[in-house]
């Protein structure tokens, strides 16, 4: 009888090249060959240069739009499919679409559940992905997902600036959940904004649940599009009497003014990591690698281990 190939291979979709090299180097393994052919009307066509039969493969590529980053991982998917890999993980470190999640108007649709369809219809037998913008979009898949944390990663950084009068605080009602978490896991108060929006991405008015006085404040949130609620909540609790305003943020978007904003404000540092190439356009960033996050997990994942450690809110 035939040998199953057992080893595990990993793959990058085109914007994740960058942080699928650093997964690869953390598992022990080098970047799987995939070669990008594209036609002049922009169709392109992903074609592994390797065998897969047989094998577990994890290809890596966050679905931020445009929408070229989520058909490239469907055509990934679908590829190793027809190529007869044995398991096809689909690791997204940025699960792109997910705001839509619920219908919050009339004829609106529900995009983040068409994108769990649509990644499972095209071949994918485990999603890996960190920090949904909702947890219950785990639901909308029938195969197993592993949302993991990116607290595992913010966490020690924080412990390591040694902030004296430390208050997490949440930029929004929706992000509560979270702050309460990482307020239990560092020992600290928490402060909540309340904010009303004009249209998506235009806030109306803020206002602050809670004191800053004399406190080192960071905000926690899981992602940052345009900077402008981040932004605003810093000047808020800077006017308020905080000490200083930093803020952790998983996915570092960075669309329209987002740059202008992070500089203009009194937001002393902005902590994201890397599941989303960040341009380094502000002093203010600093970027934490999740490659080597992604990799434990993998790793564990492919030798039927259990992940329950870096389930840390």
């Given at each position: 009888?035939?040998?199953?190939?057992?080893?595990?291979?990993?793959?990058?979709?085109?914007?994740?090249?960058?942080?699928?090299?650093?997964?690869?180097?953390?598992?022990?393994?080098?970047?799987?060959?995939?070669?990008?052919?594209?036609?002049?009307?922009?169709?392109?066509?992903?074609?592994?240069?390797?065998?897969?039969?047989?094998?577990?493969?994890?290809?890596?590529?966050?679905?931020?739009?445009?929408?070229?980053?989520?058909?490239?991982?469907?055509?990934?998917?679908?590829?190793?499919?027809?190529a007869s890999a044995r398991h096809i993980t689909a690791v997204l470190p940025y699960f792109g679409w997910a705001r839509q999640d619920r219908k919050d108007k009339p004829?609106?649709?529900?995009?983040?559940?068409?994108?769990?369809?649509?990644?499972?219809?095209?071949?994918?037998?485990?999603?890996?992905?960190?920090?949904?913008?909702?947890?219950?979009?785990?639901?909308?898949?029938?195969?197993?997902?592993?949302?993991?944390?990116?607290?595992?990663?913010?966490?020690?950084?924080?412990?390591?600036?040694?902030?004296?009068?430390?208050?997490?605080?949440?930029?929004?009602?929706?992000?509560?959940?979270?702050?309460?978490?990482?307020?239990?896991?560092?020992?600290?108060?928490?402060?909540?904004?309340?904010?009303?929006?004009?249209?998506?991405?235009?806030?109306?008015?803020?206002?602050?649940?809670?004191?800053?006085?004399?406190?080192?404040?960071?905000?926690?949130?899981?992602?940052?599009?345009?900077?402008?609620?981040?932004?605003?909540?810093?000047?808020?609790?800077?006017?308020?009497?905080?000490?200083?305003?930093?803020?952790?943020?998983?996915?570092?978007?960075?669309?329209?003014?987002?740059?202008?904003?992070?500089?203009?404000?009194?937001?002393?540092?902005?902590?994201?990591?890397?599941?989303?190439?960040?341009?380094?356009?502000?002093?203010?960033?600093?970027?934490?690698?999740?490659?080597?996050?992604?990799?434990?997990?993998?790793?564990?994942?492919?030798?039927?281990?259990?992940?329950?450690?870096?389930?840390?809110?």
């Open positions: 009888m035939p040998t199953i190939v057992t080893e595990a291979k990993i793959f990058a979709c085109t914007q994740s090249q960058v942080l699928g090299e650093k997964i690869a180097k953390a598992f022990g393994t080098e970047l799987g060959k995939v070669i990008m052919s594209t036609y002049s009307d922009g169709e392109f066509q992903p074609s592994y240069e390797e065998s897969i039969r047989g094998t577990r493969i994890f290809i890596i590529g966050s679905t931020n739009p445009g929408p070229e980053n989520l058909m490239e991982m469907l055509l990934m998917i679908d590829a190793a499919k027809r004829r609106v649709p529900i995009a983040a559940k068409l994108v769990a369809k649509t990644l499972e219809a095209a071949g994918a037998t485990r999603i890996i992905t960190m920090d949904l913008h909702a947890d219950q979009i785990q639901g909308f898949f029938e195969k197993p997902v592993d949302h993991l944390f990116a607290s595992t990663i913010f966490l020690p950084y924080l412990k390591s600036l040694g902030l004296d009068n430390l208050t997490i605080a949440s930029p929004d009602m929706g992000g509560s959940k979270r702050a309460y978490a990482y307020a239990k896991a560092s020992g600290s108060d928490v402060v909540i904004c309340y904010k009303q929006r004009a249209k998506a991405n235009v806030i109306s008015h803020m206002e602050l649940i809670g004191d800053v006085t004399g406190k080192n404040v960071v905000l926690v949130d899981d992602m940052v599009d345009t900077a402008g609620t981040l932004t605003k909540a810093a000047d808020l609790m800077m006017e308020r009497g905080a000490l200083s305003v930093r803020a952790i943020c998983t996915h570092a978007l960075l669309s329209g003014k987002a740059y202008d904003n992070l500089n203009n404000s009194k937001l002393e540092e902005l902590i994201v990591t890397d599941s989303i190439p960040v341009k380094p356009l502000s002093d203010k960033i600093r970027v934490l690698s999740c490659a080597d996050l992604f990799a434990e997990v993998m790793e564990k994942v492919h030798n039927n281990q259990s992940i329950a450690s870096k389930f840390v809110m």
